[in-house]
């Protein structure tokens, strides 16, 4: 048997009379009454202290201090946005491409070509490591272009 709470160890009397049917209510006495799911009428004590949706305390400027800011200065302090050292993370998965198909690039000429491509993209998003990629990929182009020619002449 589950631990009794207010809801359910409440009397089961009827709601008072200008309670409508299925709504909750304030009752005679201080006293909260709702119709439970089997169609009782439960009724618990009022909380002493009523809620209050009081406003947010305000931050140093003055504005409301709310729990996520959408933007600004203040969505910084939560990380969402990035910072200007720090990159996108479009750019990021560009140049871990760039990186991965330089590899290929070494064996495969035309993988090395999208090495470059990808590297380029991420380098034009502002992108440091898209910029070292792009290199990387034209020198290890460059290599595989110059193995297959070896590799096919001999």
Do not use: H
């Not at 009379?17 to 009782?40: E, H, K, L, N, Y």
């Not at 209050?52 to 003055?62: E, I, K, Y």
């Amino acid at each position: 048997m589950s631990k009794p709470t207010p809801a359910t160890s409440a009397d089961s009397g009827s709601l008072p009379a200008g309670t409508p049917a299925g709504a909750p209510g304030m009752a005679s006495g201080g006293w909260i009454a709702a119709r439970g799911g089997d169609g009782q009428g439960r009724s618990t004590p009022a909380p002493d202290v009523p809620e209050q949706a009081g406003p947010f305390p305000s931050g140093p400027d003055g504005t409301p201090r709310v729990p996520y800011p959408d933007n600004g200065p203040a969505q910084q302090e939560y990380g969402s946005l990035a910072a200007p050292d720090e990159e996108l993370p479009g750019a990021r998965a560009l140049w871990i491409l760039a990186f991965t198909f330089a590899v290929l690039g070494l064996f495969f000429p035309l993988a090395g070509l999208i090495a470059i491509g990808c590297g380029a993209l991420a380098w034009r998003k502002g992108s440091g490591r898209g910029k070292i990629a792009t290199f990387v990929a034209i020198a290890t182009t460059l290599v595989g272009l110059i193995l297959t020619i070896v590799f096919l002449a001999t």
